[in-house]
């Protein structure tokens, strides 16, 4: 309920596990296949390194995204977003400009054009995520989104902040990477 893969990364770990306990002869691209076939972003984490993600999250193709020198803080909030409910009521828009070339602006400029759909559903249902986001940005963050489907925000940083620990109330989970 987090939006951040939790459970395809498993199914995923648990492929790749098995391919190597038991030595089975399996390409990278069967077994991204068959991971894609217990869940739509499984393929996802069987790959390193940033993906471009195409169709249902199984189109995947590497993409030379770099943050370093960024800090990255993720906000878990104390509650989660069913995929039911973030899925039943998105309504995806096809941006004027492809996302593999907006990705290429500088991160300062993401927050102009990069767009995760499933906000403009998710925030009026649980207004607290918008707030969440936007402290993200009062605080400094050059972009700032919900994570997949949400409940979970990230907000890239160019320092790291300061206090991020006690910036949101009782239950939320803030992490830094």
């Keep these: 309920g987090a939006g951040l893969g939790g459970g395809s990364s498993d199914g995923a770990h648990v492929l790749l596990m098995l391919r190597e306990m038991f030595g089975l002869d399996i390409s990278d691209a069967d077994l991204e296949k068959e991971a894609a076939a217990m869940g739509a972003d499984c393929a996802f984490f069987c790959r390193k390194g940033a993906q471009y993600c195409e ?3 199984s189109e995947l193709e590497p993409y030379p995204l770099s943050l370093s020198g960024k800090t990255i ?3 878990k909030p ?3 977003v069913s995929t039911k409910e973030a899925y039943s009521n998105v309504k995806p828009v096809m941006p004027e400009v492809p996302l593999h070339e907006l990705l290429k602006k500088p ?3 993401w927050k102009d054009c990069i767009v995760n759909d499933f906000e403009k559903s998710v925030f009026p249902l649980h207004p607290e995520l918008a707030m969440v986001k936007q402290s993200l940005y009062d605080h400094g963050a050059v972009y700032a989104s919900m ?3 949400g409940s979970a925000l990230f907000g890239i940083f160019d320092h790291v902040p300061e206090d991020y620990e006690n ?3 009782e239950g939320y989970e803030v992490h830094k990477g």
């Design 78 to 80: 104390p509650f989660g």
């Design 73 to 75: 803080l993720v906000v």
């Design 55 to 57: 169709g249902i999250g």
């Design 107 to 109: 991160v300062e400029e």
């Design 167 to 169: 910036w949101f109330g």
């Design 147 to 149: 994570s997949g489907s």
